[in-house]
């Protein structure tokens, strides 16, 4: 599988399809599981108030791979991602009231460069708070 845009087809500023992610505590304890990350601060109220965080709050690493999506859903092709890195900067608070939390994600070219590849800068967003800083893809396009 190839990437399906073509380097030609995009500029700087070409925006990415926006996409939002629900996530409840159902949702931290399938990642739970599927990662082996069992840290309390995910899933026990209890424990997480009491080092300080608001909540239990979603795994960095689940928080960076919806992000991602938004990227591979765009290129049609996953193995098309060159690099990709984030830096965390607000967790994702997700409350047990049956709704959880959201996590908007939009994204746009940054850079086009060499070797049919861009960079795409993401934006992630919960809660009226940027959670993810300096997320950064570079891809190669057909």
Same mark, same amino acid.
């Given at each position: ?9 995009? /500029? ?37 108030? /009491? ?14 791979? /919806? ?15 060159? /690099? ?59």
């Amino acid at each position: 599988m190839a990437a399906k845009i073509a380097y030609a087809d995009v /500029e700087v500023g070409t925006e990415l399809p926006a996409q939002s992610f629900p996530v409840t505590r159902a949702t931290l304890v399938r990642y739970a599981g599927a990662s082996g990350d069992f840290n309390p601060i995910h899933w026990n109220e209890k424990f997480a108030k /009491e080092v300080g965080l608001p909540d239990v709050i979603a795994h960095g690493m689940f928080t960076m791979a /919806e992000a991602a999506r938004v990227v591979t859903d765009w290129l049609g092709d996953p193995g098309a991602v060159v /690099e990709y890195g984030v830096r965390f900067t607000k967790p994702v608070v997700v409350p047990n009231d049956g709704e959880g939390a959201v996590v908007e994600v939009s994204g746009k070219v940054a850079a086009k460069l060499d070797d049919h590849q861009v960079r795409i800068d993401l934006t992630a967003m919960s809660a009226g708070q940027k959670v993810l800083g300096m997320s950064r893809a570079v891809v190669r396009l057909a």
